[in-house]
């Protein structure tokens, strides 16, 4: 039991918040410690009258004192908590492989989107893109490879979006990307989607000293802002990308209204 609460306490020591609260309280202890020998140790011995000296100060002073280091430490510590939950949320939403925002932050932004009121809702399209035959690139040049090539295109897009667009990879292991473009009807959604297809297709993708292009089909929806659902908007727009796979060729946008 001993040995399990000393290694407790060791551990947590060693956090980082934790710490903090351990050196507030020590130092915090200590100055009651030498407050209260200031009170308690008779003065007119020569320890006394040097601690006298030195530290005379009052009680209404010394709680002063107090509530000073608790205020500091507090916003300290709300500090460095604020900073570790920022630092967690991003990498809990931040795909590792493309530096995009991921799945969850993806249901995150539409579920926020769907919470806000209907007419305070802008236009919205989304835009999901999928690399043709993608499964016979990784047969073919193995998924190291493969991976950098995701990497970028999600560099791509990433940096062609707009202000307004944010930009997801849909999946952890997948080939695929959606782009939630705001203030965007449908049509210019449409013309959105074939303007990043033909960048992609116009692109000389290097990896390891080779040169590969690539192609890809999108499908294209626009929000619905009385039906639409996260499930019922993703689908759609997932339908449509479908479609463009089914073309001949591939290499195409569809949209579903």
Do not use: W
Request: hydrophobic content about 40%; charged content about 25%; aromatic content about 10%.
């Amino acid at each position: 039991m001993i040995s399990y609460l000393t290694q407790s306490f060791r551990k947590f020591k060693q956090d980082s918040l934790s710490k903090l609260f351990y050196d507030v309280a020590k130092y915090l202890l200590l100055g009651l410690l030498v407050f209260a020998g200031t009170k308690l140790l008779p003065v007119d011995t020569s320890l006394g009258k040097v601690i006298s000296t030195q530290f005379s100060i009052s009680l209404y002073s010394f709680i002063l004192i107090l509530l000073f280091v608790v205020i500091i430490s507090v916003i300290l510590l709300k500090v460095i908590f604020d900073t570790k939950y920022r630092a967690l949320q991003k990498d809990n939403f931040t795909d590792e492989l493309t530096g995009l925002k991921n799945h969850k932050a993806l249901k995150n932004y539409l579920n926020n989107k769907l919470l806000e009121p209907r007419q305070s809702v802008k236009t919205l399209s989304l835009i999901l893109i999928d690399i043709d035959n993608f499964k016979i690139f990784n047969d073919s040049e193995g998924y190291n490879t493969s991976d950098k090539i995701l990497a970028k295109v999600g560099e791509l897009l990433g940096n062609d979006k707009r202000i307004t667009d944010e930009v997801f990879r849909q999946f952890l292991r997948g080939d695929e990307f959606l782009i939630v473009t705001e203030d965007t009807n449908l049509t210019e959604a449409f013309h959105a989607s074939e303007r990043k297809r033909k960048l992609i297709e116009n692109t000389t993708f290097m990896v390891d000293d080779k040169s590969f292009r690539l192609t890809v089909s999108c499908g294209v929806t626009e929000f619905k802002k009385d039906t639409d659902t996260y499930e019922s908007i993703t689908d759609r727009v997932n339908s449509a990308l479908l479609i463009a796979k089914k073309q001949s060729g591939k290499n195409c946008s569809k949209t579903i209204v």
